[in-house]
């Protein structure tokens, strides 16, 4: 498999993991800031971006074992591991099959799977539904906070890398068929949980969930923030990696 990647920064190295329809490009806001502190190892997962695009199935433990092969590629044989939404579901596969390789974790807007995860919020359900365009599914990213010069800037990248629907369909149902609640009590890697209180597209409840699963997790709520808390509140999200990380 081809997997895109590239690395900037230095100090200790640290895996970035971006969710459905984003390639690398989807942590801008916050590479500078975390690239003071991190050796960042940013990538595309398959079916995006740079990276091969094979015909699905897809599933969340095969796009963990691309994040492996990015680390092996790089030479790194430990790092710290950031994922947000279908990212962090690939993150806790990632942790789950190979600890050895993981120092601290970090679960953005994300949830365990299976029947006790709360399921995504009506107002994207109807947006699925109604076919919505590519700048309301953006802006609903971004609710309650969706404004026009981040839309305009993620459209931007969107458009530049756009993605067929193949791939996309194939990524959505990684995330459909992931599952690891049963599992989670034994990963004893240090977890920070991270979500907006206004997230519309996965249940902040999803972050206490985490919160009690995981043997050692604290949560941290951004208040005002959606799902893509990272464009919302950058700084705020690089000084909090810090703080746990370092």
């Known amino acids: 498999m081809k997997i895109a990647w590239e690395r900037t920064g230095s100090g200790?190295?640290?895996?970035?993991?971006?969710g459905l329809g984003y390639a690398r490009w989807g942590w801008e806001p916050v590479v500078e800031p975390l690239s003071r502190s991190?050796?960042?190892?940013?990538?595309?997962?398959?079916?995006?971006?740079?990276s091969d695009a094979p015909p699905g199935p897809y599933t969340t433990a095969g796009l963990a074992a691309d994040s492996l092969q990015v680390l092996d590629e790089a030479g790194v044989e430990r790092a710290h591991v950031v994922g947000t939404s279908l990212g962090g579901m690939v993150a806790q596969e990632l942790a789950l099959a190979a600890p050895e390789r993981v120092d601290k974790l970090v679960l953005v807007c994300t949830h365990p799977g299976g029947a006790r995860a709360f399921p995504m919020p009506e107002q994207t359900v109807r947006l699925f539904e109604a076919r919505a365009t590519l700048r309301e599914y953006v802006e609903n990213s971004l609710d309650p906070d969706p404004r026009p010069q981040l839309v305009d800037?993620?459209?931007?990248?969107r458009v530049a890398t756009a993605q067929p629907y193949e791939?996309?369909?194939?990524?959505?149902a990684a995330s459909l068929g992931f599952d690891a609640c049963d599992r989670l009590a034994g990963l004893t890697t240090p977890t920070l949980v991270v979500h907006g209180d206004g997230d519309v597209v996965v249940d902040p409840r999803n972050a206490g969930l985490l919160g009690e699963l995981l043997p050692d997790a604290r949560v941290k709520i951004y208040p005002g923030c959606g799902h893509l808390l990272m464009?919302?509140?950058?700084?705020?999200?690089?000084?909090?990696?810090?703080?746990?990380?370092?």
């Open 12 to 18: 200790p190295p640290l895996l970035l993991i971006h």
């Open 38 to 50: 991190f050796e960042l190892l940013l990538f595309d997962n398959r079916g995006v971006g740079g």
């Open 153 to 157: 800037r993620i459209l931007e990248h």
């Open 167 to 172: 791939p996309w369909a194939a990524q959505a």
């Open 231 to 246: 464009w919302q509140e950058p700084e705020r999200f690089a000084r909090d990696l810090e703080e746990f990380l370092c």
